[in-house]
């Protein structure tokens, strides 16, 4: 099993976390992922081949980029995401 920890920002509750996994399934619907808040983690464990890219350049889209690369934007673009996640 192949295992990939991506450290992000912007992620503020359950909501975000939600939201994550259910974009990240998309990916690889057999795949297990866990958002830790309060860490600010995201560890994603898949019998598939992980890429890194991919995970990390989706995460960025919905406003959780890697740690130390955020802005504003990204900053805006995770409160649409973490209210999307709290509505599904």
Known sequence: MESL???VENIK????ANGIKQRLQKIDSTATIDV????GTVKIMSELPISKDIYSDILKQMGYPEAGEGNLVTTAKSYV?????KMS
Not at 36 to 39: E, L, P
Not at 81 to 85: D, E, N, P
């Open 5 to 7: 920890i991506l450290e």
């Open 13 to 16: 509750c359950g909501g975000c």
């Open 36 to 39: 830790d808040v309060a860490q």
């Open 81 to 85: 995401s973490c209210m999307i996640g």
